[in-house]
């Protein structure tokens, strides 16, 4: 093993899924081996057949739908705002000038801080959860977009300028499509906070989803549902990890060459 | 007939809580059409300056500059560019680098791929239209550059010591390339190096600049005949200028090390 050396990618798959194995071990060793009492942590096989109840009989599937639902709405919501803005402030100076300080200060405000005062709001439907959602991501959005479309090598600038582009050609024809990959690769990583928020949602006021089934199990002591929500969490998020990643590399095939 | 009148432009560039620096002092010159004027001196003596703020992507502190008698504001499509760093756009592949300014110009599609197709063929990449700039080496970069350049027939090309990346080999076939396309498409270039070979080779003048701040101190016309190939480089003629010339710009460098303490 040396600094930087890349492994093979078969190699890659078979390291990756060997410490999910190892994870499992040592989550059987101790529930099977007694060191853990069954009331605080369930063991694996226990998880695994009553996530199948929740699945069959439980209606569980309709959760996942809402949490789901939720997460891709109010993420959309926040980075089809977010995009327009970022790239206007990233572009122009004055633009960013004006509203970069506001959203600086907003985007430390805790977004399951909102909660109490958007239920007062919203009440406990579905727009409560939608901007949770919202005020979670979109100024982490903005910001971090303003900063990869303001970053555009100058020297490409100015060669699409003595190429006879226009200002407005500039943006549309060098600074977006520059900057859409590192774009993409930012609403990836906040639509995985965007998971976070949703949940703390749900944990304290709705009457569905993957966070109101895993407070409802609390209250009957059931480790095992809990667990298996919060796999289930885990699993969706490495789905759409995937997904992004997979069509990152699909739409912008440049941006992976000589890396 | 001029078609770019140069006529005492300077450079200061103020900086907060500095002696303000003069990059370029007042500068005149003036190119004919289809000139190839090489400027050539030592690093930071203001030679890329005077070439950016003729590309209008500076502005200059005093003086103006004339494109066929009209004042240059600003970068335009009839000044193309060729830059020392590798400027290709690396989302587009090499056919739609050199339609990047037909496109901007609303030329049909059909129109953009046979000017750019044909691009493409004189700069000698037929066959890597589809590649992205990070699968080609820096000469084939720079080479798509030049095509990409020349597409938007500009008025001028300017180029900015843009084979000073390459390895020695690559370079001299740049040269001899671009030489050839000069002579058979009778552009009119300002070309800025710091290398007097390829001053020497490519030029019909070669201007000489003084150490910082700079200013045109020789005027060199190169007087041998095109089509030029690269057996011109072991002549008398070649020898006694680049003599001349080594000796111009040697004066200037130790000038610019002893202001640099």
């Not at chain 1, 063991?43 to 439980?58: F, I, N, Q, R």
């Not at chain 1, 929500?229 to 992976?256: E, H, T, Y």
């Amino acid at each position: 093993m040396r600094p930087l050396t890349p492994v093979t990618p078969s190699a890659r798959v078979a390291l990756g899924i060997s410490f999910f194995v190892v994870f499992v071990t040592v989550w059987s060793i101790a529930t099977f081996g007694g060191f853990v009492s069954k009331t605080f942590l369930a063991d694996p096989v226990m998880m695994v057949k009553s996530g199948y109840t929740l699945l069959a009989e439980m209606g569980f599937a309709k959760d996942i739908g809402m949490t789901v639902w939720r997460v891709v709405g109010g993420f959309l919501l926040a980075a089809l705002l977010a995009l327009p803005l970022g790239v206007m402030m990233g572009a122009y100076k004055p633009i960013e000038a004006f509203f970069e300080p506001f959203i600086s200060f907003a985007r430390y405000l805790p977004a399951s801080a909102f909660i109490p005062l958007l239920i007062l709001w919203a009440g406990i439907g579905e727009a409560q959860k939608l901007a949770v959602i919202f005020i979670g991501s979109f100024f982490q959005l903005v910001l971090m977009i303003a900063v990869v479309v303001g970053n555009t090598r100058r020297d490409l600038v100015e060669a699409a300028y003595t190429l006879g582009a226009t200002d407005a050609s500039l943006v549309k024809r060098v600074l977006i499509p520059g900057a859409a990959p590192e774009i993409a690769e930012i609403l990836r990583m906040v639509l995985g906070w965007a998971w976070t928020y949703v949940i703390v949602a749900e944990l304290i006021g709705a009457s569905s989803g993957i966070g109101h089934m895993i407070t409802d199990s609390q209250a009957l002591l059931a480790t095992d549902q809990i667990i298996f929500g919060i796999i289930v969490i885990g699993l969706i998020g490495l789905a759409s990890d995937m997904l992004f990643k997979f069509a990152n590399r699909k739409f912008f095939p440049w941006a992976a060459l000589g890396k | 007939m001029n078609i770019l009148s140069v006529r005492g432009v300077s450079r200061t560039f103020s900086s907060e809580g500095r002696a303000p620096t003069v990059a370029l002092q007042a500068t005149d010159l003036d190119v004919a059409e289809n000139d190839f004027i090489t400027i050539l001196g030592p690093s930071g003596c203001g030679k890329s300056t005077l070439l950016r703020i003729v590309a209008g992507l500076d502005q200059q502190s005093s003086g103006e500059v004339l494109l066929d008698g009209k004042r240059i504001t600003g970068p335009g499509p009839d000044r193309g560019m060729v830059f020392q760093s590798y400027t290709l756009f690396p989302w587009l592949t090499v056919l739609e680098n050199v339609c990047f300014g037909l496109r901007e110009r609303n030329l049909p599609r059909a129109e953009q791929l046979d000017i750019a197709n044909a691009f493409i063929q004189k700069v000698g990449l037929r066959g890597f239209e589809s590649h992205f700039p990070k699968q080609l080496s820096g000469g084939m970069q720079q080479r798509t550059a030049l095509a990409r350049a020349l597409a938007n027939n500009p008025r001028m090309l300017l180029m900015d010591e843009p084979f000073g990346a390459l390895d020695h080999q690559t370079r001299e076939l740049m040269q001899e390339l671009l030489l050839g396309i000069w002579e058979a498409e009778r552009k009119t270039v300002l070309f800025v190096t710091h290398d007097i070979d390829e001053a020497v080779f490519m030029g019909s003048r070669v201007m000489v600049m003084s150490a910082r701040p700079g200013r045109i101190k020789l005027d060199r016309a190169v007087p041998m005949p095109h089509p030029r190939s690269y057996s011109v480089k072991t002549t008398p003629t070649f020898m006694d200028i680049k003599a001349e010339l080594t000796e111009q710009v040697r004066m200037e460098v130790i000038a610019a090390q002893r202001a640099n303490g």
